[in-house]
């Protein structure tokens, strides 16, 4: 990768908003104000609450590290975080000490980037160290597949 664009990934990461920085004084906090920098298009936002040392299992891709994220998913979730809803349906939480996680499950609507209609359930597991006073995502993985018809 490019120096220059390394620099700006490890500069965002590194200089999270003010917002940012209240909202992640919890696991959940921290997840849902990522949630909310995909859906703004905000990627200084959402790169404040990822960990430099980043693992994301997402599509069946490993993004190892958060360069390979912010370069390769990254771009792909706003898009999508853009263009359809994502209504919380469960979530599960738990952790001591520095190390926390949770486990949500979304009814995402909307349509993807070609237009077409989108109606499926995500299952996201993050993991989420303690850093300072706030939380910063160390593990993103997510599945998803199309929502049963009653």
């Known amino acids: 990768m490019r120096p220059l664009l390394r620099l700006f990934v490890a ?7 003010a917002a940012e920085a209240q909202d992640a004084r919890t696991p959940s906090g921290a997840v849902d104000a990522y949630h909310k920098a995909l859906t703004l298009g905000d990627t200084a936002g ?50 001591a000490g520095e190390l926390y996680w949770t486990l949500s499950a979304y009814r995402v ?26 939380f910063r995502i160390v593990h993103l993985h997510r599945s998803s597949q199309p929502t049963p018809k009653p």
Do not use: C
């Open 11 to 17: 500069m965002a990461a590194l200089t999270g908003g």
């Open 109 to 134: 609507t909307g349509s993807d980037k070609d237009g077409n209609p989108v109606d499926q359930t995500t299952l996201e597991t993050i993991f989420l160290r303690r850093i300072g006073e706030s």
């Open 46 to 95: 959402a790169l404040a609450l990822l960990a430099r040392d980043l693992v994301v299992f997402e599509a069946g891709v490993i993004d190892a590290t958060l360069e390979a994220y912010a370069f390769r998913h990254l771009p792909m979730d706003m898009d999508y975080a853009a263009k359809t809803q994502w209504q919380l349906e469960s979530r599960r939480m738990g952790g």
